[in-house]
């Protein structure tokens, strides 16, 4: 048994599972000391259920109309967000702690990972933050001397200057971002190189390699990758299982990208961050941290229908109507909405970041009303059929193929950028099996007829990754293939065209950071 006094000192869920376990009931009094060993063996069991609990736990769910959000209006968002929106890959809403609206387009899923770009970066400030709190950083820190042996010989004074704070706020006085990917010399070094035209503190510009930077001084301080340091003190805590981050070759977390986490995961965060830091009990980032991180620092423009001209924090953005938010290329957003109670994460693949947050406002947030509503069963059995039935478009069929002859038959193409050498599409049922072989491998996918398909695939030099797969005839010499990288934002739109002996075969993206059409490839008949 324990005394009452260490009873009391414990957290609520242990002192709970302490409870069921039978070592400790009002009535009884301090232990004796021959169960000692017991309640000490009972003590490490109920540590065990609790953390084992809470790894496990999702967010509770609840209907909306019990968090004061009409389902009628819920279905009008996610209707609108379906056909508005270039490529929706998952939506989750939660209100008062409670998930109330969760949808996935197929073939994305609740339980894959989707890759978060810079909203990575606000997981990077959570450990800057808590590296601070355990007093292994400074705001203050100056960069180059924390990297004195990658620094220049002789730093210029703007450079001298910069702080751990204008990492933070993306104000570390660069004209233009220093230039890390590819250089084989080492980040730090490389950004510790780049010049500092302006006075650290006065010039916002984004800047992916300023947070890089701020992960490599908390390995620095702390001896733990990013990754490895928020292990323990945040993802396990919130449930977060198996997040993966991409490191340099220096083995530094790259912080301004490259977090793969599943919706979920985003929204928990999301919700440590409404609650001020605090989860189940505990408080796993400090709320001082949590205000600072999340306020206007420093100013980043002027256009009030703008989100990206209403300040900026330490890695996070501010938003119209008093929230902030996380987000990343494409769209993967963590927006936050503290007069309103509520989480809004978003993941999708979209070329117009700002219209998905219009949308937001114009359909979304009318809708959070301040009191429960009288449930509606009907409006709720329709949102909860549309949300069960989202997709990412199929290809469809439009023509019967004049090209069968052609089917199986293998076309060798010219050498290329694309380092395609042949393409061969054969007839597998109802459905066409799509093989290419390139850099001297061959790859097979099945395309789904009216449906998604799942296998792994490389495409273009990249690295293999999970796909879904739909493909159909839309015309009758032109077979349509759409490759979705479900686990990224971006899906790839394949056209073969045959005509004669020859096949033109090309290549589109959803989304990117530079061209998404590569250039049209040739194959000819192989004899």
């Not at 293998?410 to 597998?428: G, K």
């Amino acid at each position: 048994m324990l005394c009452h006094s260490m009873f009391r000192a414990c957290p609520a869920p242990l002192a709970g599972a302490l409870s069921a376990l039978g070592c400790w009931a009002p009535s009884r009094g301090c232990s004796p000391a021959s169960t000692r060993r017991r309640c000490a063996v009972s003590l490490l069991l109920a540590l065990f259920i609790v953390h084992s609990a809470g790894a496990a736990q999702p967010l509770p769910r609840s209907a909306p109309e019990q968090q004061g959000v009409s389902s009628a209006a819920l279905l009008e968002f996610v209707t609108a967000a379906d056909t508005q929106v270039d490529v929706m890959n998952s939506l989750m809403l939660v209100r008062h702690g409670h998930v109330i609206a969760e949808g996935w387009w197929a073939p994305y899923d609740a339980a894959s990972p989707n890759e978060l770009y810079s909203l990575s970066k606000s997981f990077t400030s959570t450990a800057v933050g808590l590296a601070i709190h355990e007093g292994k950083l400074s705001l203050d820190d100056e960069v180059v001397k924390v990297f004195a042996d990658d620094a220049p010989a002789e730093p210029s004074n703007h450079l001298k200057a910069m702080r751990l704070r204008d990492l933070l706020c993306m104000s570390t006085g660069h004209q233009t971002e220093p230039p890390l990917r590819g250089q084989e010399a080492p980040w730090t070094k490389v950004f510790l190189a780049h010049p500092v035209e302006h006075k650290p503190g006065t010039h916002f510009l984004y800047n992916t390699p300023a947070t890089y930077m701020q992960s490599a001084m908390v390995q620095k301080a702390t001896g733990m990758t990013v990754l490895e340091y928020l292990r323990p003190r945040l993802f396990e805590p919130l449930g977060i299982e198996n997040p993966t981050w991409g490191a340099s070759a220096q083995g530094i977390t790259l912080g301004g990208y490259g977090l793969n986490l599943r919706t979920e995961d985003i929204a928990k965060f999301g919700q440590l961050y409404l609650q001020r830091g605090a989860w189940q009990g505990r408080q796993l980032v400090p709320a001082a941290w949590v205000d600072a991180a999340t306020a206007r620092q420093v100013s980043n423009g002027s256009n009030p229908l703008s989100d990206w001209d209403q300040g900026y924090g330490y890695q996070f953005w501010r938003s119209r109507h008093g929230c902030y938010r996380g987000d990343g290329a494409f769209g993967q957003y963590c927006l936050v909405m503290p007069e309103q109670d509520a989480v809004l994460v978003i993941t999708s693949g979209v070329r117009d970041m700002q219209g998905v947050l219009n949308l937001v406002w114009q359909r979304l947030w009318p809708a959070l009303q301040s009191a429960p509503l009288p449930p509606d069963p009907s409006a709720a059995e329709r949102l909860h059929a549309k949300l069960a039935s989202l997709s990412v478009p199929l290809v469809r069929t439009q023509a019967q193929p004049a090209a069968s002859e052609r089917l199986g038959k293998r076309f060798q193409v010219a050498a290329n950028d694309q380092q395609v050498e042949s393409i061969t599409l054969a007839a597998d049922g109802q459905e066409y099996l799509l093989t290419v072989r390139a850099q001297g491998q061959e790859q097979q996918l099945s395309c789904g007829r009216d449906a998604w398909r799942r296998g792994r695939f490389t495409l273009a030099g990249q690295l293999e990754r999970p796909v879904a797969a739909s493909g159909a005839w839309t015309a009758e010499n032109v077979y349509t293939a759409k490759l979705c990288f479900y686990e990224t934002p971006f899906y790839v739109t394949l056209q073969l065209k045959f005509d004669g002996d020859k096949l033109h075969y090309s290549s589109e993206t959803n989304a990117g950071f530079g061209p998404t059409r590569r250039a049209e490839l040739v194959g000819q008949l192989a004899p």
